[in-house]
């Protein structure tokens, strides 16, 4: 499968993206940024604005993360995101050596470690978003803004608990894809500009 079969054209290490990859790309980082940032006070005793935020903001996410996998589906994007057959973590591997080496993996939609790293990147949020959802079923106190109300403190917290570890997970996938970034874009890749300026 060609880089041009899943949403962009490599030309060398420089990935050209198209303009419904950089839509999708820049919505989610807007939101996805936005919701974890909000999960880090929704704790806070004081006042539940951060909750019901994260709530609102929670299901803003969801409905992006579907239309990610639906593009995903659409440009049939899997064998990048998903390279677990051995070839592909063959290159994972390579490229991960090749760091030793201070070389850098090829950005972009290429199998090999960037695109295991994106995979690892929306399956956590995916994750997050499923766990998210169902503790808005059970959350209790009338906390929940569907109208919902839960006595069951159990499930609650067990849930809870998994969303918490995923969001860990989310965080090192998040200053890893940031970092990356940076570095394509130190060495002269200009990526971030491919990835969100229009043509």
């Known amino acids: 499968m060609s880089n041009s079969d899943v949403g962009s054209t490599t030309k060398g290490c420089v990935t050209e993206f198209d303009n419904t990859t950089k839509t999708i790309h820049t919505v989610m980082a807007i ?62 591997v390579r490229d991960i050596k090749n760091l030793g080496k201070r070389i850098l993996p090829e950005g972009g939609n290429t199998v090999g470690l960037s695109g295991f790293w994106h995979g690892i990147g929306i399956t956590s949020f995916t994750l997050m978003a499923l766990t998210g959802i169902l503790l808005l079923l059970v959350l209790p106190r009338g906390n929940s803004i569907l109208g919902l109300h839960s006595n069951d403190f159990v499930l609650y917290t067990e849930f809870a608990v998994v969303h918490r570890v995923i969001s860990y997970t989310a965080w090192v996938y998040l200053g890893g894809h940031i970092l990356f970034a940076i570095l394509h874009e130190l060495n002269g890749k200009g990526i971030i500009g491919k990835m969100f300026l229009y043509k």
Do not use: C
């Open 31 to 92: 939101v996805l940024t936005f919701q974890m940032f909000i999960g880090l006070l929704v704790h806070d005793p004081r006042t539940k604005l951060y909750l019901y935020a994260h709530e609102y903001v929670g299901i803003a996410s969801t409905i992006v993360i579907l239309v990610e996998w639906l593009w995903i589906y659409t440009v049939s994007q899997f064998p990048v995101l998903f390279p677990w057959n051995r070839a592909g973590m063959q290159q994972v």
